[in-house]
C-alpha cells in the first residue's frame, strides 16, 4: 500500500490542493503530514483547516511551535539581521490573522508520528528547529535515526527532498571502569537505515519551483519523490497583496533560498 508524506506547506494553499489532488489522482488514501503548515506563506487559515478537514495525521513544525510559544527558539540559522527581521515579520503577521481553533490545533500536535519502524519528525526526532542535511556526517546522521528506535526516518524543514541510505553502519564504544586503568571497546554493527526527507509543498527551494513530497510503498520500502506543479503566479501575487514580504514571492517564483550571504558581524542572536 502507498502512503504519502508531505511537509512544510507554508499557507500556500494552491500548491497545497494541487499536491492534495496528485495524491488523490493515484489512489493513496493514506497521508502523513510533517508539518510547518503556516509561516511565509498568505493562507495560513485556509491551509490549517484543509488539513483539519482532511483529518491528515501532522506533527509539529517548527512555525506551527513559534506561532503558539512564541519566538522562543534559537534560530541563529538566519544569515543576516534583515533575513532574520523578515522572519519576525512574517511571524507576527501570520500569528495576528490565525484563528483560536486553528491556533489550538496547531498547539494539539504532537512532536513526532510513528508507523511500525517509520518515525515522523519536522526537523529531527530532537527539535522541530534540527536541520538533517543530506551532507551531515555519516555518524550524526545514524545517530538520529537509530536512537529515535526507527528503521527509516522521515523528515521535512530543509525544503529539498532526497533519500539518504545508511549501510554498513557501526558504532564503537570505548567503557572505563572507575577507579581501573583498564578500558573495553564494543562496536555494534547497525543494518541498514535511512533518512527521508519530503522536500516543501508550499516553499520548494531545491532550485525548481514544483512542490514535492514523497511515496512510501508499504510493501517494498521503495520511496518515490515527487514533484507538483500549479499555479506559483498567484501565491506570489496573494504574498504581494497581503503585505508579506516581496523577497518571499520573489524565492518562490524561482524555486530556491534567497538571504543576504555577505558575513555579517553585527548579526547577535537574541535569544
Known amino acids: 500500500m502507498a502512503h504519502a508524506v508531505i511537509s512544510c506547506l507554508h499557507a500556500n494553499l494552491a500548491a497545497v490542493e494541487a499536491v492534495l489532488d496528485d495524491i488523490d489522482l493515484q489512489g493513496i488514501e493514506t497521508m502523513t503530514c510533517l508539518g510547518d503548515l503556516v509561516g511565509y506563506g498568505p493562507q495560513p487559515n485556509e491551509v490549517v483547516e484543509l488539513v483539519r478537514d482532511r483529518a491528515i495525521p501532522t506533527c509539529q513544525g517548527c512555525w506551527d511551535e513559534d506561532i503558539i510559544d512564541g519566538l522562543n527558539a534559537c534560530e541563529c540559522s538566519y544569515p543576516s539581521q534583515l533575513a532574520e527581521r523578515r522572519g519576525h515579520r512574517a511571524h507576527h503577521w501570520t500569528a495576528e490573522r490565525m484563528t483560536?481553533?486553528?491556533?489550538?490545533?496547531l498547539a494539539s500536535l504532537p512532536m513526532t508520528l510513528r508507523r511500525d519502524r517509520l518515525l515522523f519528525v519536522h526537523g529531527s526526532p530532537n527539535s522541530q528547529h534540527e536541520?538533517?542535511?543530506?551532507d551531515m556526517s555519516a555518524f550524526a546522521a545514524l545517530e538520529r535515526v537509530e536512537t529515535a528506535g526507527a528503521e527509516t526516518l522521515f523528515c521535512g524543514h530543509t525544503h529539498q527532498p532526497y533519500v539518504r541510505e545508511l549501510s554498513s553502519g557501526s558504532i564503537r564504544v570505548k567503557v572505563e571502569q572507575a577507579g581501573s586503568k583498564d578500558c573495553s571497546e564494543h562496536e555494534l554493527t547497525l543494518p541498514m537505515r535511512r533518512i527521508v526527507n519530503a522536500g516543501s509543498v508550499g516553499e520548494p527551494r531545491h532550485g525548481n519551483t514544483k512542490a514535492t513530497y514523497v511515496v512510501h510503498d508499504d510493501r517494498t520500502g521503495e520511496i518515490t519523490i515527487r514533484e507538483v506543479g500549479y499555479d506559483?503566479?498567484?501565491?506570489?501575487?496573494?504574498i504581494i497583496d497581503v503585505g508579506l514580504p516581496e523577497v518571499f514571492a520573489w524565492r518562490l517564483s524561482h524555486g530556491f533560498e534567497y538571504a543576504e550571504r555577505a558575513d555579517d558581524a553585527s548579526h547577535v542572536c537574541e535569544r
Open 131 to 134: 536541520y538533517l542535511l543530506p
Open 100 to 105: 483560536d481553533d486553528n491556533k489550538a490545533f
Open 232 to 238: 506559483v503566479a498567484k501565491t506570489c501575487q496573494a
